[in-house]
């Protein structure tokens, strides 16, 4: 079984500063990891994933992400936050293997305060 | 490129009523998945198809639930009778073979079962 937990149901940063959104999972099998985006009344965006190639994954908009196998973790961060970020972050687990269903976590509301 | 298309983007029926909702898939892509969005449970895989085929519906709630994949570019999910725990946005979510690939998810039917 795999499981994604995400800590922090909300985060606020102030725009400028760094944005770090925690995520751990736990699988079986060396897993493959993704973080998606949600605006408000919108479908889910791909930011960026990892498949083993390199644990430093940067995905769009300036996030990024690092691999780290002893940790289980693959936390999401960002140098310096925009407005346009504030949305809903989903973390997102898939056995290696072949396609597959996601695992979420429960999503963190990244709130920017200006 | 037009992406995942999803009808009705919203409904709402009273209890006991036969919902359907639809999707088309991005061409050529030949993996399907549906997922349920809820507040207390958050996004939830409820089943995906693979060249058509049905491979993992155990995240289908009760047998009130149905999905089915008549081919490449359509595919229902149907709840019958349907109930207010049922309300919820659901997510079609398509994408190409491969344990690595990203799901595109469309923009999701909100359910209000009254």
């Known amino acids: 079984a795999q499981s994604v937990t995400q800590l922090g149901s909300h985060v606020s940063v102030s725009e400028g500063a760094l944005v770090l959104l925690r995520c751990n999972y736990s699988?079986?099998?060396?897993?493959?990891l993704f973080w998606y985006v949600q605006y408000p009344n919108q479908g889910l965006q791909l930011l960026l994933k990892?498949?083993?190639?390199?644990?430093l994954v940067k995905g769009i908009n300036g996030f990024e992400a690092e691999f780290k196998k002893s940790e289980t973790s693959f936390h999401l961060t960002k140098p310096s936050a925009h407005m346009s970020d504030a949305a809903e972050y989903f973390c997102?687990?898939?056995?290696?293997?072949?396609?597959?269903?996601?695992?979420f976590g429960k999503g963190t509301h990244l709130i920017i305060q200006p | 490129d037009a992406g995942v298309i999803q009808s009705p983007r919203h409904e709402v029926t009273e209890m006991g009523q036969e919902v359907t909702l639809r999707c088309k898939p991005i061409?050529?892509?030949?993996?399907l998945f549906w997922y349920r969005q809820t507040m207390m449970r958050g996004l939830e895989l409820l089943i995906y198809?693979?060249?058509?085929?049905?491979?993992?519906d155990s995240g289908m709630p009760e047998d009130r639930f149905s999905a089915k994949m008549p081919n490449a570019s359509f595919s229902t999910l149907k709840i019958q009778p349907s109930e207010p725990r049922d309300s919820a946005v659901y997510f079609c979510a398509s994408s190409t073979s491969g344990g690595n690939n990203e799901q595109f998810f469309g923009p999701g039917t909100r359910l209000t079962v009254l």
């Open positions: 699988s079986s099998v060396p897993p493959y």
């Open positions: 198809f693979n060249n058509n085929v049905p491979i993992d």
């Open positions: 061409s050529g892509h030949n993996s």
């Open positions: 990892y498949t083993s190639a390199a644990t």
């Open positions: 997102a687990v898939m056995s290696g293997g072949g396609a597959d269903g996601l695992t």
